[in-house]
């Protein structure tokens, strides 16, 4: 038995402790104009560009310093052209209809962050966008699973496993992003290591 | 599975809690379409779940109208989709919030909405693309730090506003934070604010002279007051009724000079009650309450609510708050201290000049936080609480003009604090000038929205804060202000320059356009409207302000102010002014006149939809038969869960609030005790048969009466048989208003 933020839980990952929010993002190498997606993600919306997905509005926050500068905002995930923490970057966020293929319970978790991480890439590829492939962050926004779950080494494991697939072959370091409790569950995943 | 609700049901109060389920319940019910849909959208409208624009599942993408395809499920009100994003209201009753509410606030905006938190011009929060099954665990975390969005929006009384300096400032007669909370508490969910055609603003400034809480433009205003009362100093409010915005603006009228502070709630409860009687259910358009004090005169409307006052049966809590005025005086938790000799850091005197206010206890300031189109990230609202917790008695404020204060910061901080918040991006001078424009959502989210308010407020915030330097001082201290369509949410008609959008249909496309208003005065509480001086095309109107700043700047007598100015030009001459900025070049030319700033369709009206400012025109039978069946929806689900007592209680609540529906159409008075609810009804529809059944007579009511007057042991046979009987009691009120709906009875008059 694990004791988080004061609760009682089991230690197996369940369907009772999936993360109904997780963020991924991935940095720019590059600078990029958001104004330059804001056709693109029209046209998204319009023509129902990613399978899977019902985007339905463009929320534009430039004027805000280091926010979420433009959001492509859907059903399923919303996108996000992301100035947070001052480090220019792609996200994807993954509300609802997960839709994973799970092999039993304990493959859900790993289902649902290879999810993310695979429309991060996917996004990245279509909007043309140059990242840098040694490094991504996740963040499980749903505070009640991270209250439930927090730390446990089987969430680090799910994220290495699925992080060391889209960054590539090599060792991948996962460390939690601790500034601040306040904050959503993150974790920064980082190829230290090539073959 | 640990849900919210498990983890915060001690941090709730518990009505709240309650309330919060009830409206939970009333959502699987419509999800089941067991709920009608117009009384589900007027319920959650007054939760504070507001619609969205493409909520009705289309969206124009500049050459058509495209569906968006939602998944199969009921609408959650009138040709909206159920898994559309919607809008959450959160009411700040007179903006005041502490670090742990903003802590929870930036939680919530980042888990169910999109990292913005949005302050708006009354003093809410919103927080935009909220899924509605999200929403009752947004509400409990709300509430376990003492927040409701209760009555946010819809047609009942909205957030009360106040004055962000009340307490600090030098010019207020009296801080009138205690009266404007009083307020809040009393009249949230009470009885007699359900029944309103629409929706009602109150207000309260400190100050007769200074814009304050703005108390003109409002459906109900206090202006503070002290009278020598029998050689004594009295505390009392000046009560203004009737004033607004919207399409058509209204001058507030004087409904009593003064009021002495025992009687401001049992006389605003006595207005309440002659708007919700007297004012229009059916035609939304004229159902503010400032369309029944022009139609009645303010002399009818001031004997009809003296003679209501007459008739309110004694209420203890009209003066309870009295004996605890001193609840909200703040204690600085840093000794007063000055401003330190220079040199100060870059940018501090520009930030000192505009966003510093001195406050009249000695060594302490205001500090506007200056926020861009009202918009923070969560990061940065966890961020400013932690500013707030070490400078501040966990004082802050968020105002009308979409920013927040921080209160009772030592001047000696001043320079430390300009540095921390220039470090997360919060020290934007320019608080209170010509920079810091206030903006309704517009076409961003809103759904009546023409043009795009906050896409020009952002275009005109960046190229002012580039020419602020050399502007005039004059020109500096204007305030702009706009509204994406005439219903005046951004407050275009109080503003030096107003501008509010619209369209002209020009070489067979539409140009979206703006309407500019000048002439308003913010100061004497929002004390006179501008007027509209003609439309220009949205991408012409930095270059129209532009030539009317530079003109007022150039021609202005010393010390006259720009409404004299307007006036001593003239309309024909301001016609002329901007005349040449109404050109509309051809498509070919330049492509861009037919877009709106922010948005790369070409423009169109495509997108508007229906607005919900109004909410549904429900009657109070409907609203609280609907409260009746969420609990009996609730009582099901315990009876599920084997929990029998309470599936009896719940069951045997639902009874009383479903007698209650009825028993509010002739008696508002009734309240929520059992014994008099059942007491009312007995009389009212069980001895007059009014509540018979053709066939089964008077037997639904003996269910009610017999779980009364007797609770037997509970058992799972007898808790079943009760939900059972609840939901026959609920249909048999459901027909009984249909029956006397169908023969008009009318109501009792008060």
Known sequence: ?195 | MTTWKDVLKDRMPLDWSEEIDLFEGQMELRRQDRFDEKVFAETRLRRGAYGQRYDNGHRHDGSLTRQLEFSEAPTKGPDTEWHAPGMQRIKVPFGGLNPEQLDVLAELAEEYSDEILHVTTRQDIQLHFVHIEDTPDLMRRLASVGITTREACGNSVRNVTACPLAGVCHSETFDTTPYANALFEFLLGHDDVQDFGRKFKPAFSGCEHEACGLVKMHDIGYLAQIREVEGKPKRGFRFYVGGGLGTVTHNAKILADFVPEEEFLPLTQAICRVFARLGEKKNRNRARIKFLVAKLGIEEFCRLVEEERKALPHDPSWTNYLSNLNAFDESPNRSPSDLAEGPHPDGFKSWFATNVYRQRQDGYAVVTINLPLGDLTSEQAWQLADVARNYTPDAMRTTVEQNIVLRWVPEGDLVSLYQELSEIGLATPGAGTIVDITSCPGTDTCKLGIAASRGLAAELRTRLATQNASLDQAVKDLRIKISGCFNSCGQHHVADIGFFGNSRRRQGRLVPHFQVVLGGKWKENAGAYGLAVGAIPSRAVPSALDSITNRYAVERNVDESFQDWVTRLGKVEVKAMLEPFTEVPTFEEDPEYFRDWGDPREFTLGDLGVGECAGEVVSLFAITIAQAEGTAFDALIALDEGQFVEADDKAYKAMIQAAKALVLAQNLDVGDEPDNVVSEFRDRFYDTELFFDRYAKGKFAQYLFRRHENQDETNSDSAKRLVEEANLFIEAAHACEARIAEVATPRLQL
């Open chain 1, 1 to 195: 038995m694990n004791q988080k933020a004061g609760l009682t839980v089991s230690g197996e990952i369940g369907q009772d402790y999936l993360p109904h929010r997780i963020k991924a993002k991935a940095f720019f190498q590059n600078p990029v104009d958001p104004e330059s997606v804001v056709p693109i993600f029209n046209r998204w919306i319009s023509d129902r560009t990613l399978e899977g997905h019902l985007m339905v509005d463009i929320a534009d926050y430039r004027h805000v310093p280091n926010g979420p500068s433009v959001m492509l905002v859907g059903h399923e995930a919303d996108i996000v052209i992301d100035h947070g923490d001052g480090r220019p970057g792609l996200a994807y966020i993954r509300k609802r209809n997960w839709q994973e293929k799970n092999n039993g319970q304990s493959d859900a978790l790993s289902s649902r962050i290879r999810i993310v991480l695979n429309w991060l890439v996917k996004t990245a590829k279509e909007l043309n966008l140059t990242i840098n492939s040694n490094e991504l962050s996740l963040w499980f926004q749903d505070r009640l699973f991270a209250r439930q779950l927090g730390l446990v080494p089987e969430l680090t494991e799910a994220i290495n496993q699925e992080a060391s697939i889209v960054l590539g072959k090599g060792r991948v370091e996962v460390a939690p992003i601790q500034i601040d409790t306040r904050r959503a569950l993150g974790f920064n995943a980082r190829l230290v290591e090539t073959n």
